[in-house]
Every structure is written in structure tokens, then in C-alpha cells.
């Protein structure tokens, strides 16, 4: 049995917080629960983290600050952030993805999870795409 893939949530509001955690579980992922910064330096420091969502709206720091942080931390972990708006997911450098929380349908998000959790982020560099399938 393959074991379940670590998603780090991160998110000041708790209602919402429990509601992605639930969404993520019910999927089978382990989810780990944040609701400030240091709490997700924290785990990410105690735990083995496979991906990260992080609300871009946090006191303290914004989430982009945040992921940042954590990715120094660890290197392999994805990162994706929940903004609340168009201008916040485009301000931000690119990280794995950036969704409009309020836009993104519950199956668009646990699709980029699984894609994030799997360590699948694109062609690697100077590979060549799959030649064309002829019917």
C-alpha cells in the first residue's frame, strides 16, 4: 500500500481552513493544518510535506512571503496559493500555480493537488514531446 501524499494547508480563516482539509481527506490525502505562518514553518520543519496551499491573505505576511520561506525549507515541496482576486494570483512570481479561490470548482483544485502531490510540475527542461499518435 502506497502511502498518502502530505498536503501542508495554510489559511488565517478556520471554517474555510476545515473545509479544505476536509475536500483534501476525503481524496486521500494526510492533511496538515495551519492557521498562521509559524505554525506551517513549523510542521514543515517536523514534517515530510509533499505539497503546500497556502491562502494568500495571512497576518503577518502575505502567502507569497510565506512559500517562499517554505520552499527554503524544503526544496522539493509544491507550492500553490488561494488568492481572492485576479490581481493578487498575477503579482505574485511564479510558484506551482496561483487559483482564484472564489473562481475554482472543488474538482480544478483537487486536480492540481494530485498533479502538485505526485511531483509531476512539467516537461523537464530539454526533453522532447511525445511524438504526435496516428490514428
Do not use: W
Not at 86 to 106: G, R, T
Amino acid at each position: 500500500m502506497r502511502p498518502k501524499k502530505v498536503i501542508l494547508c495554510v489559511d488565517a480563516n478556520e471554517i474555510e481552513l476545515s473545509v479544505l482539509a476536509f475536500l483534501l481527506s476525503t481524496h486521500g490525502y494526510r492533511v496538515l493544518s495551519a492557521s498562521t505562518p509559524e505554525d506551517a514553518v513549523h510542521l514543515v520543519a517536523t514534517e515530510l510535506v509533499d505539497a503546500a496551499l497556502i491562502r494568500f491573505a495571512l497576518p503577518g505576511e502575505n502567502g507569497a512571503m510565506l512559500a517562499a520561506r517554505l520552499r527554503k525549507m524544503s526544496a522539493r515541496m509544491a507550492v500553490g496559493l488561494l488568492c481572492d482576486s485576479n490581481e493578487q494570483a498575477q503579482s505574485v512570481d511564479v510558484l506551482d500555480f496561483a487559483l482564484i479561490k472564489k473562481a475554482c470548482p472543488d474538482a480544478e483544485l483537487i486536480d492540481k493537488v494530485r498533479i502538485l502531490a505526485a511531483g509531476k510540475r512539467g516537461p523537464r527542461k530539454g526533453s522532447r514531446p511525445a511524438p504526435p499518435v496516428m490514428a
